[in-house]
């Protein structure tokens, strides 16, 4: 039997064998993160039949739940950390070539810095792991504090004062969600006497619906921050235009989402309250229009992909906030059709920048006829974000406009209305791009100044570039690959009683 606690162990062990292989030899390092999250890709793959027939429950220590610490590897947990390994593993081999000992003129990485990226880039990619797997409300705060203190490093890792600034920023934002989260752990414990999500979760009842609402608040408020939830979405403009893109495309592919799986997790198992459902449907259609409305003022490439995470987050939380086994369903395949969709943009937009030697829109003039493959998944991704047909964005919002439209009550074709107003922002802007990159202008000037030259990214970045762009496209043709997953991750979810079942049996 293959144990779910080898999704963290190994990977953790990893990174800190990372400083350890310099004595072997220096380009060891960088091959390191593909092994982990190779090693993950599979393992969760060889979950998936078993915890579709019955959640795996791993209990620490010789004691049984609630008494000990346990990791809970259902449906949600395994499609999560499926998630992380792939997009974890595509970016790695994209950081190959992009991160490397280089002058900063080429790719703006200082000489000898590179052990420190790939150690922090295995350590968050595990925080991110250990979140979607743990069952215990503790060290989901462990693991989401090593996700996030990986997170400041890295988007600050180039070292120029853009980086800093954004990742202080980061971090003081960071800092204020965190010890918000602490607190609310601290006060639950003090109410039930347990960690054990499980366990709390049986017990919410037991004490008045005023004791357990100011925990609530700061636990959504601490994750929201990670999530980038409106008004708590201040740092990721910054921290994502600043960070280098193969790091962007994790924390807009992975560590947003899984901050949003905490906030889904902690508001259906842990508290099982419906009664403020209806103010996320709210929350996120706010999200929603203050992410594409600012998407659309940008002229730096990165900062609206950036702002385009918002308004993606403000969607998955809007369907998540209709709590219908047809929303909720919607919210995670749009989670998935995210996370490859925006990884793609990030990873073919930052050898775009590279090469035009600006994040400006505008220095992109002619990158179609210049970086023709690279141009052509930046296509291929932005379609799919906007929703069209044959990718998978296209898919989860059908499911998410599908499941609003089986509450059959007229706010919710206003609310349908809203998400369509955002989507056409959403083309409007990407559309613009895409007229940039082929349409306008002559060819953009590159940094080898020659006219009508082709410098296509590096082969071994076209190759994460083009899994990601195939995958897109074959899961928008063949949803049933995902759907027949992604309804019991639903289920899972709404059904509260039978998380308890299977953890406290």
């Not at 080429?106 to 052990?115: D, F, H, I, P, W």
């Not at 929603?288 to 308004?311: P, T, W, Y």
Request: proline fraction near 5%.
């Amino acid at each position: 039997m293959v144990n779910p606690i080898l999704l963290i162990a190994v990977p953790l062990g990893l990174a800190f064998a990372i400083p350890l292989s310099g004595f072997i030899s220096k380009k060891i390092e960088k091959y390191i993160p593909l092994v982990g999250m190779s090693f993950n890709l599979v393992i969760s793959l060889l979950l998936i039949p078993r915890v579709l027939e019955h959640p795996i429950i791993v209990s620490i220590g010789g004691w049984k739940p609630p008494f000990c610490i346990n990791l809970v590897a259902g449906p949600v947990s395994i499609l999560f950390s499926l998630i992380i390994a792939l997009v974890g593993l595509l970016v790695s081999v994209y950081a190959l070539d992009y991160i490397h000992p280089a002058p900063a003129s080429r790719s703006g990485v200082k000489e000898g810095a590179t052990e420190k990226y790939h150690m922090l880039y295995l350590l968050l990619l595990t925080g991110a792991t250990g979140v979607v797997l743990t069952g215990d409300i503790f060290n989901l705060f462990v693991f989401f504090e090593i996700l996030c203190i990986s997170s400041y490093a890295l988007v600050a890792y180039i070292g120029d004062k853009a980086g800093i600034e954004s990742a202080v920023k980061y971090l003081i934002q960071g800092a204020v969600g965190s010890s918000l989260v602490l607190v609310g752990v601290g006060i639950l414990y003090g109410l039930f006497g347990t960690l054990n999500m499980a366990d709390i979760a049986a017990n919410i009842d037991s004490v008045s619906s005023i004791s357990i609402f100011v925990p609530l608040v700061l636990l959504i408020t601490g994750f929201g921050v990670e999530a980038a939830i409106f008004p708590l979405n201040a740092w990721l403009p910054d921290a994502h235009s600043s960070a280098p893109s193969s790091i962007s495309a994790i924390l807009s592919g992975i560590a947003i989402e899984v901050g949003l799986y905490a906030v889904a997790r902690v508001v259906f198992t842990l508290f099982g309250i419906s009664s403020i459902l209806f103010f996320f449907v709210f929350l996120g259609l706010l999200t929603l229009l203050v992410g594409e409305m600012s998407a659309f003022a940008q002229g730096n490439i990165k900062r609206m992909l950036a702002f385009s995470s918002i308004g993606q987050i403000g969607l998955i939380l809007f369907a998540l906030g209709m709590a219908s086994s047809y929303s909720v369903s919607g919210g995670i395949f749009q989670i998935l059709s995210h996370g490859l969709g925006k990884a793609l943009l990030f990873l073919a937009a930052g050898y775009m920048v590279l090469r035009s030697g600006s994040m400006d829109i505008s220095s992109m003039e002619g990158m179609g006829e210049r970086m023709p493959l690279t141009s052509f998944a930046f296509v291929v991704g932005a379609l799919s974000l906007v929703g069209l047909p044959p990718f998978a964005g296209f898919v989860s919002k059908f499911l998410i406009i599908r499941a609003a439209l089986a509450k059959q009550e007229i706010i919710f074709i206003v609310f349908i209305g809203i998400v369509l107003l955002g989507t056409v922002i959403e083309g409007t802007y990407f559309f613009r791009v895409i007229q940039v990159l082929y349409f306008k202008g002559a060819p953009g000037h590159l940094n080898t100044g020659v006219p009508g030259k082709k410098e296509e990214s590096p082969f071994i970045a076209l190759v994460p570039i083009f899994i990601l762009m195939i995958l897109i496209v074959v899961i928008g043709i063949y949803p049933d690959l995902v759907t027949r997953f992604i309804y019991p991750c639903a289920s899972e979810l709404l059904n509260k009683m039978e998380y308890i079942r299977s953890v406290l049996g």
